[in-house]
């Protein structure tokens, strides 16, 4: 008997919250953003999950929908069914590629949701009301300035690059414009398409060509694990010689925190930027103070002494 | 008149000379001469051999691509098939941890799921392709996509790594060298060897050819046709496994951007090596030298700043193209004819 009370009581409880919460106003969010393909992006997803749970602990009014789409034309189909099923209230967008996803993020705008995007921009400005990105120039900037502080005159560094792209070029662009004039003398610099086997086959090519390299630009942690690889295989980790690489990977951290030698800092490119944009766009709700403009994370660097405060074990990524 | 007759002279010693076979090894030796015209590091022993090295992956599997396009048919899942491999070997070994401990017992472990596993996509893909009678292209098109899926699945879209203390294990299968050459290069030469006696002194090898020329009559004469194809499908898998067992000990890592386009570049290094597309004619030995031509290319690229980077992908396209182009040797007839 007393359990069954105790059943029904909870029974009655549920029923009533759920009526309050269908009766008080549910703020609805969407958040979409490409399916993990790649290890930066599965972190992406982890945070995204958490923030969705801590969120939702947080606001009990507030719904967070997570979608994630294969391609752009599944993205735009996602976010039209995001209006059209959901009624969505505000959407967070990490957009495939910025042209095809003007016009369908442009037309959530349209039903009336405030609009927040990460990372990627749109091709057309004043869309969204909430901006939020990593900083690819100041990537490129931050890890020339560690290099100099490493380096003196006549040393000599080789890059290895990402994908040819935009945001390659922003990182390469910048890293070179710090570079220039300090003396350090830039060998070769070649596409190594963030992707650890490239990193290892484009550094033992580097290694054979050049027989004095002091330090590597890797640009992004999957690369620098291709080309630690190669130093080793070579027995050219010795001698000072180290690698920056960049994104933020949990093993990365978790080996500078080591005190990892080799690879002994590692500069920003947090995949939990998602999460802030989520916390930005319920803030937009939530806030007794305005929260439109735009947040550019910064792109830290990574030392033994902070280390601890970007490591994520459970993270994929 | 007087011209053409003194023309006449070179080109019949150019007739005796066989471009079909002689072709990928020219163009082969032309790259070498033009990277050690770039760089002389380029054929320095450290060099030679991690060229040859990576050839071995691609290699290995085209050795196994060269009979199933021999028989007709096309393998595009091998690449994809190379990364669940690879995935499923890590969480095999990374598995057996537990009840085997980090030695020898769990890398063979892994070795043995490999084979098994490449044997059974193979068998799948031949079996659909032959009593299922779907396409090749398509059979291998879907299970390209399933595979690959597959492995970012297991990955949970990130990365498998392979326990720290098997590495230490396993890593001699890639790092180390016998008789001064590394053992992939040896695993890629037992491979060749075989694939070449397999091709040229069996009787699978020509019915293979058999199938390929002409399947009705192939059928007409007694060749179990099904049963030859599924088997070329199953050598590809095989393949695929050894390649997969010495690529995991490199890096200790799989991911769902593991073996990307290797489908292509196996079909590409058959292709340039002299095998024939559709079928018919198959060569072992052109196929191995198509393999170090693409890797060649690669590192001959890394070994430049004289070409954008953005025309690395138009470098490789014109090198392939001109190296079939020369083992096709038409141009010889051609200028007879006129």
């Known amino acids: 008997m007393n359990k069954l009370s105790k059943i029904s009581a909870l029974a009655a409880a549920v029923t009533m919250s759920l009526a309050s919460l269908a009766s008080a106003e549910t703020i609805k969010i969407g958040v979409s953003y490409p399916t993990p393909t790649h290890a930066w992006a599965a972190g992406m997803n982890w945070h995204a999950e958490q923030a969705e749970k801590r969120l939702e602990a947080l606001y009990p009014d507030v719904d967070l929908v997570l979608v994630n789409s294969p391609d752009p034309s599944a993205q735009a189909s996602a976010l039209e069914d995001l209006v059209s099923v959901h009624g969505i209230d505000a959407l967070v967008v990490l957009p495939f590629e910025s042209e095809p996803l003007t016009d369908p993020v442009l037309n959530v705008k349209k039903s009336g949701a405030l609009i927040t995007v990460v990372d990627r921009g749109l091709s057309q400005p004043g869309i969204e009301d909430i901006y939020v990105a990593g900083n690819n120039p100041e990537l490129g900037r931050v890890s020339a300035v560690y290099m100099k502080s490493r380096l003196k005159e006549g040393d000599n560094i080789v890059i290895l690059r990402g994908i040819p792209t935009l945001i390659d070029n922003e990182r390469f662009d910048a890293f070179m414009a710090e570079i220039e004039g300090s003396g350090i003398n830039v060998l070769d610099h070649k596409h190594a398409n963030w992707n650890r086997d490239d990193g290892f086959e484009v550094m033992q090519d580097f290694l054979s060509r050049f027989p004095d390299i002091d330090a590597v630009w890797a640009q992004d942690d999957d690369i620098a694990i291709g080309v630690v690889a190669a130093l080793k295989q070579a027995g050219r980790d010795g001698n000072g010689m180290f690698v920056v690489g960049g994104a933020g990977m949990k093993e990365t951290i978790k080996g500078i925190m080591d005190g990892n030698e080799l690879v002994p800092v590692d500069v920003l490119y947090p995949p939990s930027m998602i999460a802030t944009a989520m916390d930005v766009t319920v803030a937009a709700f939530k806030s007794n103070g305005p929260v439109a403009g735009r947040y550019i994370l910064g792109a830290t660097l990574i030392t033994k002494e902070n280390a601890a405060s970007f490591y994520f074990p459970d993270s994929p990524f | ?338």
């Open chain 2, 1 to 338: 008149m007087t011209e053409t007759a003194m023309t006449q002279t070179p080109k019949s010693r150019f007739q005796s000379f066989d471009f079909k076979t002689a072709g990928p090894a020219i163009a082969l030796i032309l790259l070498c001469i033009i990277g050690f015209l770039l760089n002389p590091a380029f054929l320095s022993e450290g060099n030679i051999t991690n060229l040859l090295t990576r050839s071995a992956f691609i290699g290995i599997i085209a050795v196994g691509a060269t009979f199933v396009i021999t028989a007709g048919g096309i393998d595009l899942s091998v690449g994809s098939m190379a990364a669940v491999i690879a995935g499923v070997m890590i969480i095999v070994m990374n598995g057996a941890v537990e009840t085997f401990g980090t030695g020898v017992t769990t890398v063979l472990i892994g070795c043995g799921c490999s084979v098994i596993l490449g044997i059974g996509a193979g068998f799948i893909n031949g079996f659909l392709t032959t009593k299922g009678k779907i396409e090749a292209f398509i059979v291998t098109l879907g299970t390209m996509g399933i595979f690959r899926s597959l492995v970012t699945y297991f990955a949970d879209g990130g990365t498998l790594s392979l326990n720290y203390d098997i590495r230490g294990v396993y890593r001699p299968v890639y790092y180390d060298s016998f008789a001064g050459l590394p053992i992939p290069v040896w695993v890629f030469i037992i491979v060749s060897i075989c694939g070449w006696l397999l091709l040229n002194r069996t009787a699978f090898g020509r019915y293979c050819t058999a199938i390929g020329s002409n399947e009705s009559v192939a059928k007409y004469s007694a060749i179990k046709v099904d049963r030859i194809k599924t088997w070329t499908y199953v050598l590809q898998g095989l393949c695929v496994s050894l390649a997969t067992i010495i690529y995991v000990p490199r890096l200790g890592s799989a991911s769902s951007s593991t073996g990307v386009l290797w489908e292509l570049e196996a079909i590409a290094a058959v292709i340039i090596g002299g095998t024939v597309l559709k079928g018919g004619y198959g060569r072992i030995g052109g196929t191995i030298l198509g393999a170090l031509i693409l890797t060649t290319i690669g590192n001959i690229l890394n070994f430049t700043d004289m070409i954008s980077n953005y025309l690395n992908g138009t470098m490789q396209g014109l090198i392939i193209i001109v190296a079939v182009w020369l083992q096709r040797g038409d141009w010889g007839r051609k200028n007879k004819a006129n």
